[in-house]
């Protein structure tokens, strides 16, 4: 993850990365916040996985916050 937001924010000049994680993916959850991301919402009945409705959070990170 820290390699594409890498190369999105240097070599493609993006502004902003946002990522989609169910909410009881705490692997993930713990991967996104460590390289930066902010939570920035809860997105009820977001998917369906394995047959079942799941919450997902929305987390986003911009580049002015992202140190390469």
């Given amino acids: 993850v820290r390699a594409i937001c890498d190369y999105a924010f240097g070599a493609m000049k993006v502004n902003r990365i946002q990522a989609t994680v169910a909410?009881?993916?705490?692997?993930?959850?713990?991967?996104?916040?460590?390289?930066?991301?902010?939570?920035?919402?809860?997105?009820?009945d977001y998917a369906?996985?394995?047959?079942?409705?799941?919450?997902?959070y929305m987390y986003g990170l911009l580049a002015k916050d992202f140190s390469l």
Avoid: A
């Fill in 23 to 44: 909410t009881d993916n705490i692997p993930s959850i713990k991967l996104l916040t460590k390289i930066g991301f902010i939570k920035e919402g809860l997105m009820h």
């Fill in 48 to 56: 369906i996985l394995h047959g079942q409705k799941k919450d997902f």
